[in-house]
């Protein structure tokens, strides 16, 4: 392991320069910029590192990457990743420009230098630390990358599935995260599912005077009085069902949601927040924002919202509204369920339209025998125990790996950035020196696997 981390320091201008490589192609996915010339680079890269590489055409949106090396172990890892950025908007407040990657004070500044282009460029420096040190890698790895997750992946199910023969594997790591500020691992084990409705009302035809209002039926208040009828004073959701389905957390998971820090206390400072809701915080606060499905409007429209006044009666409303879901919830259940509760409170009118694909939860064992594995070998690296996060407040497409290819699917240490790398936003960076520390991680986690047996 000496010489693997001898190599690594060696090598990482290699990595570097690689990583600049792939920073310096646009391949922005909410605009459509850049992504089959992204492909193709990401498909030389693999190639130039040895990786048998062939880019997998979608139905729609842009095509995956996929590639394959083989290694001793009789198990085959798969690493997922993108390929895709975040638009860079507002442009006057980079320092130097997105797309031109820069080096300032110990940091490489670039649009997906951290998320996600870097994981990618990692996991080929210690593959190739891997192959020049022992001669061979300790497992066979399969790469996937795909070019939609920053704008929701909302073709990768189907594609995914289309080619579920070819990428699959014995377990799978997604997006490399990075130790705590305090040098703690992590390891994340699922995600929170989505459903995502419009809700519509509707009236008169056309938008009338207000003075008809007395005779006018209101669109606007049969879509609020609608909405209100979805929760309780305590902000319960009235859904039938909607908690049957939540599966307890098994004691393992309980204390592993205790061993966390506390970091409330960021967050609600962040937001500028007095209290969280119920004064949450530690243990409680944790619990509820990793384990409680959501019901929450995103947005309200109808009728006039401009300076001064207008005294109308619109002929519509609108409301956007999330369900966050844990497992065992479906979007599929919870939408029936909130069709059912509006008819029978009488709001057969008021219509739901699904937006966007339905996103399935997933919370990955913590017995999981690669998860067991990980996390043995990020207590051996860093010197202690990993955290568990049983699955995240957000939402990712995870269901799609874990329906089409493999059950053990998680993240672990790996990625080069760090929580200031202001991924998603101007300036986005990592420090130089943690790259080395990612390729080092993740040839040490490699090694790791090829001696399960
Ligand atoms: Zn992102």
Redesign the pocket.
């Known amino acids: 392991v000496d010489e693997i981390t001898g190599y690594i320091d060696d090598h990482t201008e290699r990595g570097l320069t690689l990583l600049e490589r792939l920073c310096r192609q646009p391949s922005i996915s909410a605009q459509g910029v850049g992504l089959g010339e992204m492909a193709e680079l990401v498909s030389d890269a693999l190639t130039e590192y040895g990786v048998q590489a062939q880019i997998l055409p979608a139905e729609k949106g842009p095509p995956l990457v996929y590639g394959e090396i083989a290694g001793e172990s009789p198990h085959t890892l798969l690493l997922y990743s993108h390929y895709d950025v975040?638009p860079v908007e507002p442009l006057e407040e980079w320092t130097s420009p997105p797309f031109e990657p820069t080096r300032r004070d110990g940091k490489l500044y670039a649009r997906g230098v951290s998320?996600?282009k870097g994981d990618l460029a990692v996991r080929l420096e210690a593959i190739a630390a891997l192959r020049a040190v022992r001669g061979a890698l300790p497992i066979s790895v399969k790469f996937l990358v795909e070019g939609e997750?920053?704008s929701g992946s909302p073709n990768f199910t189907p594609a995914v599935q289309k080619y579920a023969d070819l990428l699959s594997a014995d377990f799978c790591l997604t997006e490399g995260g990075h130790p705590s500020p305090d040098g703690r691992p992590g390891l994340g084990l699922g995600v929170k599912g989505l459903l995502y409705v419009e809700l519509s009302a509707t009236g008169a035809q056309i938008d009338t005077h207000s003075a008809n209002a007395a005779v006018v039926p209101s669109p606007s208040w049969r879509l609020v009085e609608a909405l209100a009828s979805l929760r309780d004073g305590d902000g319960r959701v009235l859904l039938d069902g909607f908690y049957e389905a939540v599966r307890p957390l098994t004691t393992e998971e309980e204390e592993a949601l205790r061993a966390m820090p506390d970091d409330s206390q960021e967050l609600r400072e962040s937001l500028g927040l007095d209290a969280f809701l119920d004064d949450l915080e530690g243990y409680a606060w944790r619990e509820r924002l990793l384990t409680a499905p959501t019901c929450n409007i995103c947005g309200l429209d109808a009728g006039y919202q401009g300076p001064g006044l207008k005294t109308v009666l619109p002929a519509s409303a609108k409301a956007k509204m999330d369900f966050r879901l844990v497992p065992d919830q479906t979007p599929e259940e919870v939408l029936g369920a909130m069709r059912a509760h509006l008819d029978r409170a009488g709001y057969e009118d008021v219509e739901i339209e699904p937006i966007a694909a339905h996103e399935r939860p997933v919370r990955t064992s913590l017995d999981d025998p690669w998860v067991r594995t990980a996390a043995e070998a990020l207590e051996a690296y860093y010197g202690q125990a990993p955290t568990f996060t049983i699955n995240s407040a957000g939402t990712w497409s995870m269901y799609t790996i874990v329906d089409a290819l493999t059950e053990s699917v998680f993240s672990t240490p790996g990625g080069p950035g760090y929580s200031g790398s202001r991924?998603?936003a101007p300036d986005e960076h990592i420090r130089m020196d943690d790259f080395g520390e990612a390729v080092k991680v993740t040839a040490f986690l490699l090694n790791h696997f090829g001696q399960q047996s």
């Open positions: 975040q998320d996600n997750e920053e991924v998603h």
